[in-house]
């Protein structure tokens, strides 16, 4: 019986607190949405590039040992 007590007073806490929390807007939440989509596109694209480099790279020394 205790322990169901302990959870009722967790789910009210629980409660409480997302009573007082900020929700974003629905702007705010679009602007982020942005930005992150922007910030994985440029790390891609240079994830993508240094791969290729790498990879050229790679071939290049293994012709030039074989």
């Known amino acids: ?4 007590r302990r959870f009722r007073t967790f789910l009210d806490e629980v409660w409480a607190e997302l009573k ?3 929700w974003p807007n629905r702007q705010e939440v679009y602007g ?3 930005v ?4 994985v596109v440029l ?5 993508w590039v240094v791969d ?3 990879a050229t ?3 290049q020394l293994f012709r030039i040992v074989s």
């Open 36 to 39: 992150v989509v922007v910030a």
């Open 52 to 54: 290729l480099a790498l």
């Open 20 to 22: 007082r929390t900020s």
């Open 1 to 4: 019986m205790n322990s169901l």
């Open 32 to 34: 982020t949405t942005i």
């Open 43 to 47: 790390i891609a694209g240079y994830l």
């Open 57 to 59: 790279l790679t071939t």
